[in-house]
């Protein structure tokens, strides 16, 4: 049988229990908290798909007539689209440039102009014909570099060069011959070589 409290064990009983309480109640409004936060996060993803839903719909419902660029007569500048087409398309976006390019002479150095010259020769790709990055790099800051000439006030120029790697060239023709015929470069002599390495 339990014995009566005294006055003080009581007190510590009720503060203890009201602490509980409290403790419970503290529980139960995070939860309520939380619960409506997620109510909250959902609501709002799903207003967020519908406005994804009606963006990809609306997508669908564009022209594609409006992405496509007008014909450009040959050697005028070239005509654009209203807007500007979704994928990137080698053949329609590049068609006009390059005669544009060549009919305002961008490839034509001015031999009697009075401006500083400034050329670049532009090697060719290797004889081996495997290209690499560093094709393209070198091919990037040239033509930097010549754009800038160009638009500083130099007469530049950026031409197609000889082959510069002659070595290269001697050695896979040389092994091709021998391969392919038997023969060394001396077996053929100088002009049936020269004429192997040109084709």
């Given at each position: 049988m339990e014995?009566?409290?005294d006055e003080k064990d009581l007190e510590r009983?009720?503060?203890?229990e009201h602490k509980a309480r409290e403790k419970e109640e503290k529980k139960l409004r995070a939860k309520q908290k939380e619960a409506a936060?997620?109510?909250?996060q959902a609501a709002s993803d799903g207003?967020?798909?519908?406005e994804k839903k009606q963006k990809k719909k609306g997508a669908i419902d564009e022209n594609p007539e409006d992405f496509v660029d007008p014909d450009t007569p040959t050697g005028q500048k070239k005509l654009l689209a209203s807007q500007m087409a979704k994928?990137?398309?080698?053949s329609a976006v590049e068609k006009s440039w390059y005669t544009w390019w060549?009919?305002?002479?961008?490839?034509v150095?001015?031999?009697a102009s009075s401006k500083p010259p400034f050329v670049i020769v532009l090697p060719p790709p290797n004889v081996t014909g495997a290209l690499h990055i560093g094709h393209a790099i070198t091919v990037a800051i040239e033509d930097a570099m010549i754009r800038w000439r160009r638009m500083s006030g130099y007469n530049a120029l950026w031409v197609p060069g000889m082959d510069h790697a002659g070595i290269a060239t001697?050695?896979?023709?040389?092994r091709k011959l021998m391969r392919e015929r038997k023969l060394s470069r001396h077996d053929l002599g100088r002009e049936k070589y020269l004429s192997e390495v040109s084709t």
């Open positions: 014995q009566p409290l009983k009720l503060k203890k936060r997620l109510q909250a207003a967020r798909k519908s994928q990137y398309s080698p060549e009919s305002s002479q961008y490839f150095a001015d031999a001697q050695v896979v023709v040389e």
